[in-house]
């Protein structure tokens, strides 16, 4: 099934956050720990009027119990969890570290936001239903 981009979930959202990572990338481009870029974006999501948290917990529940607890590095609206990378590449981990906490919430979209040499998204969606 070919989907249009407008039928993603939170497409309107997603535009401003991905707006929102090429002007940090571009003022302040590669080499930077991924803590600048977080907070540079945190930054430009108070300015936009964007609801923001940082490093949100998420809890991994095994049968009842917690197994483990993790931190997203942002979620916006309780709806789209950001995980920035700023590394060389993104790699096949990054993605399912990405798609785990998306199963661990009721956030359904992730973009993986990579502040390498080259700007890199990737956008993970996951229907918890």
Known sequence: MNA????????DLTKKIIAIFYQVYNTLGYGF????YEKAMMFEFKKAGISANS?????????GHIVGEYFADIL????????IKAAKD???????????????TQAEV????NFGPE????????DNK
């Open 90 to 104: 993104l790699s096949l981990e990054n993605e399912a570290q990405l798609l785990n906490y998306l199963k661990a």
């Open 55 to 63: 490093q949100f917990p998420i809890k991994v529940d095994y049968q």
């Open 4 to 11: 249009d981009y407008q039928d993603f979930k939170h497409t």
């Open 76 to 83: 916006i609206e309780n709806k789209v969890i950001i995980e």
């Open 119 to 126: 700007p890199q998204i990737k956008r993970k969606a996951f």
């Open 33 to 36: 720990l991924e803590k600048v």
């Open 110 to 113: 992730g973009l993986l936001l």
